[in-house]
């Protein structure tokens, strides 16, 4: 009896706040989009559709239908947003039942919830990028996630990305209690992975290739590396190269390697993500008129971030001279760009390389939004540099960059640079690069037959542009690396701190103890799926 009083309760919300939700569909007209569900512009522009259908149904006979082919730049969405005052500091679940029919291996349906605070803050994203539903049986599938004692929005639905048929039915928004885990990233232990296989053009002696490792870096620190060449008997050699700053990169040599070779390449590790805090950030700080030494290099005008230039100087000056402290010129220069994107979106002309430059007038990617915010930061005359990483729970698969600004009194301040978010936790995203400022030059962020132009050097994987070998990414179709939480961890901030202390000894010895390719293989500690440990002191026991 209590239990349906629960979901009475439930319903009562979610039939003041939702439409659509109640009944499956079972009451919209067949052939015509779904009450309350909106399909936005972009999405109909770019060909997608969103029906009541009867042709099949989890419940009923009704469900909705989000149909098209693979378009260029958009995805389908089928997506409702409520106001979430009735559900202010409550825990939610969304659920519904799902079927696809994708068209390629690259297309598949997922679920997302986000919850909007004020002047565009998020509070929560779960979008499951690990995870799309390729499915074409209905089953249920949930999301379950805080709403910020201050939010405005909750932003819901269902996309299809690439193209074929969506499904949605029987959709419920619950509230639950504290003990039903929520699904977002969050701090724990998570999983940077890379798979590949070779594309050997010729046979060749020998041939290098470098690429980022995790970075023990504020508040995240790698606690197991992985790397496995198969076959095993691949003549090969390795060495971890120090710096700049707190990045490591791994340099692989493979030898003696036939035209047309088959081989692959995996590695895997796990990283310790404890919470960040950003409570002691102080807003009121002005920008001095000296900056500390560590800061001082990411003020100058770069290829890739070019603050000199005539257009991006003068928003640079306007936002500063609005006045404020650093964290308000940061976040109103976090305003004026996702402006600039939106006004860009959908103009035509591609563009040729990623730079700060070229994103004032053309839609480009996460790496470009990162270049614009950075060289505006800097034009206010900030110190802001670049963070590549691997992204959890938001944004696109593979390497995404971020930026981090000084602020006096706290130090590098990491923001999301594509969605215009403020305080980016590493729990969203594990750091592998802390961008050096020669590594913007055209020199080397120039483009290259491994990257395009505007992408910092030594990101991403880089080898040589006319050598014989290149990798494809084999972890998910035109994927070679992501991050995936393993799993979440609770701590007092005190045994966080311990256990990160641990850890980066543990890590650094490691690192400096020149490991060494043996039978194909490089490893320092177990397997991600044999780390069983759901506490830090489980954990140390399991990691000497
Ligand atoms: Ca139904």
């Known amino acids: ?35 309350a569900w909106v399909l936005p512009k972009a999405a109909a522009d770019g060909g997608y ?16 239908r989000l149909s098209g082919a693979r378009s260029q730049s958009v995805v389908g969405i089928c997506e409702q947003s409520i106001d979430a005052q009735a559900l202010r500091a409550k825990r939610v679940r969304f659920s519904a039942a799902v079927r696809c029919e994708a068209e390629d291996a690259d297309s598949g349906a997922r679920l997302w919830l986000r919850v909007d605070r004020p002047e565009g803050q998020m509070g929560f ?99 197991t590396f992985r790397l496995e060449l198969d076959p095993a008997g691949v ?18 040599e493979l030898r003696g390697m036939e035209k047309g070779a088959d081989v692959r390449l995996r590695y895997e590790s796990v990283v310790l993500v404890s919470p960040s805090s950003f409570e002691g950030l102080p807003r009121d700080a002005e920008p001095p008129a000296l900056w500390p030494e560590e800061a001082a290099p990411w003020l100058k005008a770069t290829w890739c971030c070019d603050s000199e230039n005539e257009r991006i100087r003068a928003i640079g000056s306007e936002l500063r001279a609005a006045g404020g402290g650093v964290v308000a010129i940061v976040e109103a220069v976090l305003r004026r760009s996702q402006a600039i994107f939106a006004a860009a979106e959908g103009r035509v002309g591609r563009m040729r390389n990623l730079t700060a430059v070229e994103a ?21 005359g900030i110190p802001a540099r670049i963070l590549a990483g691997y992204p959890l729970g938001s944004g696109p698969l593979q390497t995404h960059y971020i ?75 035109n994927c070679d690396h992501e991050a995936r939480m393993l799993r979440p961890l609770t701590a007092e901030p005190q045994e966080w701190q311990a256990a ?29 799926d044999a780390l069983a440990a759901k506490t830090l002191a489980e954990l140390r026991l399991a990691l000497p």
């Not at 996309?159 to 639950?176: C, K």
């Not at 998570?190 to 980022?212: G, I, K, M």
């Not at 690192?511 to 194909?520: F, V, W």
């Open 500 to 528: 990160h202390e641990w850890a980066r000894q543990r890590w650094t010895k490691w690192l400096e103890s020149r490991p060494q390719i043996a039978n194909g293989k490089l490893e320092f500690g177990p397997p991600p």
């Open 360 to 380: 004032l007038d053309k839609a480009g990617s996460c790496t470009s939004c990162a270049n614009l915010v950075a060289a505006l930061v800097r034009a206010a």
């Open 49 to 64: 559709r969103l029906e009541v259908t009867d042709a099949s149904a989890a419940g009923g006979q009704h469900s909705a």
């Open 235 to 252: 003549d090969a050699s390795a060495a971890i190269v120090p710096g700049p700053g707190p990045n490591r990169v791994l340099e692989l």
């Open 1 to 35: 009896m209590q239990v349906l009083a629960i979901v009475r309760s439930v319903l009562v919300i979610v039939a003041s706040a939702l439409q659509g939700f109640e009944d499956g569909f079972e009451s919209d007209p067949v052939g015509e989009p779904p009450r």
């Open 125 to 223: 994203l779960d979008n499951k990028p690990e995870r799309p539903i390729r499915s074409d049986q209905w089953q249920r599938y949930e999301i379950v996630g805080d709403v910020a004692d201050d939010a405005d929005r909750i932003v819901l639905g269902m996309m299809l990305i690439g193209g074929g048929i969506a499904m949605l039915d029987d959709v419920m928004l619950e509230v639950v209690d504290g003990g039903v885990s929520s699904t977002a990233p969050a701090p724990g232990l998570v999983v940077a992975e890379y798979a590949a296989t070779a594309l050997v053009r010729r046979t060749f002696q020998a041939t290098q290739f470098r690429f980022p490792l995790p970075l023990a870096y504020r508040d995240q620190t790698p606690l």
């Open 403 to 477: 930026v981090e600004a000084w602020v006096p009194g706290f130090g590098w301040y990491p923001v999301e640079s594509t969605r215009g978010q403020a305080s980016w936790p590493n729990h969203r995203q594990i750091a592998v690069s802390v961008i050096p400022i020669e590594h913007e030059s055209e020199e080397l962020a120039g483009p290259r037959s491994c990257n395009a132009g505007g992408v910092p050097y030594l990101s991403l994987t880089e080898y040589a542009s006319d050598g014989p070998l290149s990798w494809e990414g084999t972890l998910k179709p």
